[in-house]
Structure formats: structure tokens, C-alpha cells
């Protein structure tokens, strides 16, 4: 017998009271991926190559083997992927219940529209509070910029200018606020990495996988959608492949929003 709670949840889907908003980017052979410059090793773009369709190698079935980088496309960063959370877990060990929580939007859709270089601060995200409480534990945080509207132009979306990619994202004192809170699980963004496109240049560098992911807290990137939920008040739903020794994974990312 389902339990009130889950009673009351399938009774407001099915009414429309609740809605499902999927905040995740369609994946696919062009989808945007990131650019290192050199010597550094680069993700590839997704490819696939056919194994059957419905021929002599399948003649009832199709499938294909699929290459693409544990970090491509809207996806989940373990903390594992950086240096500072190398002993930390891995995609496969994140336990169930972090990958379920309260969302919390800020949202610089205006300021990003003005700058596209703007940086979240410790300043906004406490004023993020002051404005709507606390951010509730096992919370994710995540960054409206209105970038999720460049995600089908690789060259808009990585926004590469001559002294590197211009997209938005923490400053130094955001990241390590991020990463002490007591309430935050993780950060997600609507840009191709969790950190913003100048970080390379912040001390230390890229400070949000820097202390984030070493404080064992998880990214989330490439984000859609993030217009259609408030500023509290979503449920995240965030369903990465269960990859053993996984730096990071594709995932599917949903909200449960009511009308």
C-alpha cells in the first residue's frame, strides 16, 4: 500500500497540479563539448557506430556502440574527477538519497544577458538568502544565466574569445561558499563546466571543482530549463549512470514543480 506522501505525489501528476520539467540537454553528435588547449587531452563529440538494423547482423532488433566522454553533454562531475576529491567517490558510489533534494535557483539571467562574463558572488548567494531562507539541507544550487539558449551552437555555447572562453560562473569567494555550506549537496549550470569561463585564471584555478568537488559535493552542467522552476520549492531529481570508478556521467535531470 503507497505510503500518503507517495499518494498525494502520483494524485498531483496526474492532475497537473505537479509538473515533470526535464533539465536536460538533447544529447547527441553535436552536442557541445569542451575545448583544452594544448597539450591537454580533449573529450570527443558523441559517436556511434551501427552493430545492427534489422538485417543480417540483427534482423529484429537495431543497436548501436556509442563513444563519447564521461563529461559530455548534461552531465553529473563526481568528485573524483579533480585532484582535490581524487579520494573521494566515484559516479557509482554517490549514495541514492544525495541525488534527490530540494533545488534552489538564483537566478542572472539580466546580468548575464549584459555580461556574459558575470561572476556569482558570496554577496548574491547570501543575498539569495536573506531574499528566501536558508538553502535546505541535501539542497542543489543551481545557476540561471540563460546560456542554456546557445546549447545547439557549439561556437555561442563555449563563447571562446582571444584570451579564452567568456561564459559565466563563481568567483573565488562563491566557490568556497558552494563548498562549506552545510546544506548544499551540490551546484549545477546551464554552461559547459561548473566553473566560469575565466577560472583558469582565479586562485586558485577553477576554484569551483577546486573546493566543491573536494569537499565531496557534486556538479552538474549543461542544465535546460532552468527558467520553469522557482527560486525554491522544485524537487531534483538527478540520474546519472551507476559507472564504477566513473569521474563523471551523462545524466537525466529532473524537476518536480508545482503549477
Known sequence: MPSPAVTDLLAALADGSVQVVDLTQPLSETTPVLVLPEPFANTPHLS????????????????????????????????????????????????????VGPAVVVDHAAAVAADPGHLLTAEHLDAFEAEHGAIPDGAWV?????????????????????????????????????????????????????????????????????????????????????????????????????LVEGTGSPSRVLAFVAR
Open 48 to 99: 556511434r557506430r551501427p552493430l545492427s538494423r534489422f538485417d543480417d547482423d540483427g534482423p529484429a532488433w537495431a543497436w548501436d556502440v556509442l563513444e563519447l566522454g564521461e563529461h559530455t553533454g548534461t552531465h553529473l562531475d563526481a568528485p573524483i574527477h579533480w585532484i582535490t576529491g581524487r579520494d573521494g567517490e566515484d559516479v557509482g558510489s554517490i549514495p541514492p538519497r544525495r541525488l
Open 142 to 242: 543551481l545557476y540561471r544565466t540563460g546560456w542554456d539558449a546557445r546549447a545547439q551552437d557549439e561556437a555561442a555555447f563555449i563563447n571562446a574569445g582571444p584570451e579564452g572562453p567568456v561564459t559565466p560562473g563563481p568567483d573565488v569567494g562563491a566557490a568556497r561558499w558552494l563548498a562549506r555550506h552545510p546544506g548544499v549537496v551540490g551546484f549545477g549550470v546551464e554552461t559547459v563546466g561548473i566553473d566560469a569561463g575565466a577560472a583558469g585564471g582565479f586562485d586558485p584555478a577553477f576554484p569551483v571543482h577546486n573546493f566543491l568537488l573536494g569537499a565531496g559535493r557534486y556538479g552538474l552542467t549543461s542544465l535546460a530549463h532552468l527558467a520553469a522552476l522557482p527560486a525554491t520549492g522544485a524537487l531534483l531529481v538527478v540520474a546519472p549512470l551507476r
